[in-house]
């Protein structure tokens, strides 16, 4: 079965960074393109961050240009969330998702992980 471990969430300070790991499944890997997600609490989850199978490829939502960048690790079979000068409102739980990117593009995956809370205190 396909799965995605997420972890590197935690409590920061605004202006910091931190660094999401996501563990993949081999197949999903290397055959989908994957991204991150995000839901702050009482907002609806919204997609901040894809990048296509091959990875040469790459999305972003506006409000984290030039702050966040998503990696990916095929050795690892590893996608990484980037996240650079930290703001309050980047607190939300991460979620790591995979799918073709089309899906993803729209919010929705075929595969999700479990979350990982990224808290950010002004």
């Known amino acids: 079965q396909v799965q995605l471990a997420e972890s590197g969430g935690g409590l920061v300070e605004a202006g910091t960074s931190l660094k999401l790991s996501c563990a993949a499944s081999g197949r999903i890997f290397t055959s989908g393109a994957m991204a991150w997600f995000r839901q702050a609490p009482g907002k609806e989850r919204e997609g901040i961050v894809a990048?296509?199978?091959?990875?040469?490829?790459?999305f972003l939502l506006d409000s984290v240009k030039g702050r966040f960048n998503i990696f990916k690790d095929n050795a690892k079979n590893s996608i990484y969330l980037q996240m650079d000068n930290l703001r309050p409102e980047d607190t939300a739980t991460y979620f790591c998702?995979?799918?073709?990117?089309?899906?993803?593009?729209?919010?929705?995956?075929?595969?999700w992980g479990q979350g990982t809370q990224v808290t950010v205190s002004s």
């Open positions: 998702a995979a799918g073709p990117l089309s899906r993803l593009m729209t919010g929705r995956a075929d595969v």
């Open positions: 990048i296509s199978a091959n990875g040469g490829r790459k």
